[in-house]
Every structure is written in structure tokens, then in C-alpha cells.
């Protein structure tokens, strides 16, 4: 066992081989780990101008020249969470009895807060303010990969309550991790197995697919297309992918950025208007640092509106029901 | 593409492998698959005595001798899920562009509904009852196993609308597939290396493990042990694991299915107090019906209390990050 089974850590189920992050920090109370919590008030919302003492100090943010770090006078700043799933990286612990395995959660966990206005949504905000954001992740994930011990730098964002976002205040969240999240490992696998048949890139291929026949494009610019994937988890799961072949998010150029920005934001407003302002997550999938075979990844960003409950068959059996067509959905979001 | 798109079918991400059923007969209208619809009043309840032919036939119930199928005097009733995720089996018909694979969505989907009175919960049901359902579970499975297509028979229950339950009254569901569920696949495979190295059980060493232990171990009597997984996904994750190495569930003997009942009954009640009556799923894991290498399966329960959201990390990414230690939750479980 660890010294401190409180602080984060790894564990690996030694049935499936599965690793889950058990994170017991924030208290035994159940009220503590039940997500419900009142919304707070302009007044002693932490995200809030005013109230940047009731975080911890930032490590990066975009503000007016004369103003203070810790202070207002920014347009979007950078924290570490003050209920981290992950502790900075210090010497790592390790246990291992075969059938019990398990190591310190170090790693990094961030809080990106989008604007300092305390009712807007990320969906209101103005694409110069979104090229921003992507700027920001960008900065973020360069900086973590730095730490020799990370192995994935995850950027995403919970947007709703139902979708787990425990503060309203608009915010996106980096975790870096000393190991590889299993839907990332997943398609890892699944690119190499089909680069190793076809010496070519499965996302590259499917994109001129879906370019052929239309019905599960959305949209496309000079860098990007929206698509509904041909095998969607989730009703209106949506993907936006760079045209051309990169593996790495964060080697993203200015003008790319532009093109995302203004994409995503269009993306964002239809899912909005479709749905009803829906709870949603999304998230960055980037290249992990080091690949096995010669393939290379595909970055894209997987946008998950939460329309329905997940019920046993996915929770309990990990096999998705989705009961909305793909190409149902991509004719919704393409029309006017 | 297949002939019928709303047809209940089959895709394959072509990126990371993973295995999807696309069910959108249910209706193009955002109101046929958004979870959230009003509680039936019993006069409405298609699951209510005197309701009955608000549902397809029924295909096997217990009830008094003298009375008709499909009329009230069932004490528990197996009926066809009137949206079904599949479609009984006929031809399957496949598709296979080498980028975009799908089959036509052939297996059964039946709905066992617990009990006749429309307000008791499957917790509130006596031992006797709930021994009579174990009992439908191992008779439905034997049955859907029979046809040859059936790879897998998953028994599981959503209890509250937040764990996916969209009829209040109390109801558990099986799906028989052609395909093997992803978590199955992993535990097979994850057992299958375990037993490669050491000759032995995964699940039947960890067990061992827990008796000498007895931090994660809940209670046990004769034939079963109650315990909360060391890897954990979910706040209160318990298994139900049989003492004795069992590869499929539908092998159960008559005593053995009543210690079952007696300490899921404990556990269930334990849970709805601790927890306040959460919502939540369990999902029986039986053994596939056929296995590559010579290790064989050990047949569990896992029961997932739904207490917190699940955010962009664990659907973005297949990360869990658990708030609470396996440990504190089996001390809370043991507590008088």
C-alpha cells in the first residue's frame, strides 16, 4: 500500500487492466463528492474579478499591461485546481504486490477561466475571444510537456451541471498524466493497426470519405471540417478535424487558430440553437508524446452534447446505444 | 450502406475500433430521445396488472395457475422491450466499405418487470421475491443463449431516471448481442493474461487477497462475498463475486441463487441508506459463451451507485477519476 492512501493516486483494476485516478482528498462527507452544490453568487464565485485570492495564485494568464497577476484586470487566466485529481510531480511511490498495483497520482491539473464575466457561456463569448482560448491551451500544453514525467497533456471542458461542471462560471480544465487515457490508447492502436496495413493515416482516409459522400459532413473551411462520425457514441457527438495531417494540437499555427475558432464557434451556436443549450463536454485528442510504431496521430476535438442519461448497458458494459443517426444529425446542424 | 438506416444496426469506429448500435427508430423528434419524459400515473404505466397489452406479448412470466397470459395475476413478466435496442434475428446483413463496418442490428432486447405494484422499488421486494427474480435472470439467459448468432447475454437494471431508467416502475433489461461488450472483452482478455502467467484466477486470487485483507471485503456468507473493487471507477462500486470459481451466472444452483439474494437484498438496502436512495445500475458479468484461450471467465455482479456526474475526462477521454477510497466506502458499508 501507499503511505498516504489519501493523497491522488493511480490504481490498475487487476481484472480488466483498466487504471482509475482515486482522488479522496476533498473529504469523507458525502456532501463533499456529491456534485449537487447551490450556485454561488457573483459575490463569492472564485472565477469571479475580485475574488482571486479564493484561488490558488495563477500560473499564467492574458491581461491589461498595468494589472497585477492575482488581480482583476485580466480576459482569461490560468489556475491549478484547488481540488487537483493529480498532485504536482515529486518523487513517485509505487506499490506493487502483482495483483494490487499502484502509483502517487503526480501529474498537473489546471483550471483555464474563459472570461471574467460571470454569465457568459463559452458560446456567447466573440471568436476573438475563443482564438484566445485556443492560444491559452495551446500555451498550456507546451508548458506541461515539458515535465519529463508526463505522458498526456488532456485539455477539456465541462459545460453544465449534468455534464459535471461544479462551477457555473465558464471555465476548460488541462489534467497531465503520467499515463495514457484509455480512449486515446484505443485510438493509438487503431491508427497503427491501420497505418501498418495501409501506410496510411485512417483519419486522413476517412475524412476523403466523408468529403465523397456528404451526409455526415457539417461543414468545412480551408483547415478544418465538422463531421458526425459514422460510428457516434453520443446523439450529435461531433468532431472537428485539421484537413491536413497533424499529429500535435499544440503545433497549431495563428492562422489555424483563426479557422478553428471561427468553425468551432459556429458549431457550438447550431448545437445550441438544435438542442436547447444543451450540457456538453469536449475534449482535445492530441498525439500522446511518444508512439510505439511509425504511425502518427490525428489531432482532433471530440464535442459531446449530453442529451440523454448513460444507463447500465454503457455504464456496466462499456457498449454505447445511440438513438440518434449520424446522418440525421448532420443534415439537423447543416441546415439554416 | 445498409438497405434500412432506422433499422437497429451495428457500426465500428474505423479510428479507434470501438463497436456502436445506432437504434433511431424511436423517432427522428428530439422528445423521442431525450430522457427526460413525465412519470405515468399507474393508470398509464404500460408495466401496471390490467396494462398488459400495453406491451408486446409477454414471452414467459411466474403467475397464478388459473391465470392468462398477458392479464394480471403475474408476480413477475417477461415482455419484448417495445423501443428495442436490436431486432430478433433474421438475416444479418453486413456492410464493409474497409472504412465504415456495420451489420444489421440482429439479437433480442426483453424488459423483466419485477413486480406487479407499480411503487415498490426492486429494494423494497422481499428476499422471496428477489430470489424469484435471480431466478427469471438465469432462465432468460438460458433461453436467448440457445440461438446460435447470440455471442453475449447481458442481464442489467437502471433504477432512477439519472442511471437511464425512463419507466419508473420497477424493471431490470437483457440484451443478447452478436458481439461481446468492450468491458467483457477486457476482463476476458485481462483474465485470459493472468492466467497465462500463474495458471490461475485473477478474480479467485483477488479474493484471497481480500479475506486476509478485509479492508475492501464487505460482509460474505457461504457462497458469495460483497466487496468494493480496489480500482474502483465509481463512488461505491461493489462487486458480488461467488466464492467458488464460477464461469457463467446461468449455472447457478437453486441454494446458492438464495444466498445470493439474501446478500444483494443486504447490500442494496446498505447502499439506498448510506447513499440516500441513489439511482443506479448493476450489470451481471457472465462468461461469454465461447473463449479463445483456455482460461476460464468468473461470473460477478457489479453494482454502480450514480452519485456524481460524469465529466469530459471520464467521456472525453475513458479516464475515471473516483472521489472516494474503495476503503472508506466499505467502512461506511460495514457500519451498523
Not at 485539421?242 to 458549431?267: G, M, V, Y
Amino acid at each position: 500500500m501507499l503511505t498516504n492512501n489519501n493523497k491522488p493516486h493511480f490504481r490498475k483494476d487487476p481484472v480488466s487492466g483498466t487504471w482509475v485516478i482515486v482522488s479522496a482528498e476533498r473529504g469523507d462527507r458525502p456532501s463533499a463528492w456529491i456534485n449537487e452544490r447551490e450556485e454561488d453568487g457573483i459575490n463569492k464565485c472564485p472565477f469571479c474579478p475580485g475574488n482571486e485570492k479564493q484561488t490558488p495564485p495563477e500560473v499564467y494568464s492574458l491581461r491589461r499591461n498595468e494589472s497585477m497577476p492575482n488581480s482583476p484586470g485580466w480576459s482569461i487566466r490560468v489556475v491549478p485546481n484547488k481540488f487537483p485529481a493529480l498532485k504536482n510531480f515529486g518523487p513517485i511511490e509505487y506499490s506493487d504486490t502483482n495483483l494490487f498495483e499502484s502509483f502517487s497520482g503526480e501529474g498537473f491539473h489546471e483550471v483555464i477561466i474563459e472570461t471574467p464575466y460571470h454569465d457568459k457561456r463559452l458560446v456567447d463569448l466573440e471568436i476573438e475571444n475563443i482564438r484566445k482560448i485556443f492560444q491559452v491551451y495551446k500555451e498550456r500544453i507546451v508548458n506541461l510537456k515539458k515535465s519529463k514525467q508526463v505522458q498526456y497533456v488532456l485539455v477539456f471542458k465541462n459545460q453544465g451541471k449534468s455534464a459535471g461542471a461544479s462551477i457555473p462560471h465558464a471555465h476548460s480544465q488541462v489534467i497531465a498524466t503520467p499515463i495514457l487515457p484509455k480512449q486515446i490508447e484505443d485510438e493509438v492502436s487503431g491508427m497503427e493497426n491501420y497505418f501498418e496495413e495501409t501506410k496510411r493515416c485512417v483519419l486522413c482516409d476517412m475524412m476523403k470519405e466523408e468529403f465523397k459522400n456528404s451526409s455526415r459532413l457539417v461543414t468545412s473551411n480551408n483547415d478544418f471540417c465538422v463531421l458526425e462520425p459514422f460510428a457516434s457514441r453520443f446523439p450529435f457527438e461531433t468532431w472537428i478535424v485539421p484537413l491536413k495531417h497533424q499529429p500535435f494540437f499544440e503545433d497549431i499555427k495563428e492562422d489555424e487558430i483563426f479557422n478553428l475558432s471561427r468553425i468551432f464557434t459556429a458549431t457550438l451556436k447550431k448545437i445550441d440553437k438544435i438542442l436547447s443549450k444543451p450540457a456538453y463536454n469536449f475534449v482535445i485528442h492530441t498525439s500522446p508524446l511518444r508512439l510505439k510504431r511509425k504511425a502518427t496521430f490525428h489531432w482532433h476535438i471530440e464535442l459531446i452534447p449530453k442529451v440523454t442519461h448513460v444507463a447500465g448497458f454503457e455504464r456496466g458494459a462499456g457498449f454505447f446505444i445511440n438513438p440518434v443517426l449520424p446522418e440525421k444529425a448532420a443534415a439537423m446542424l447543416k441546415e439554416d
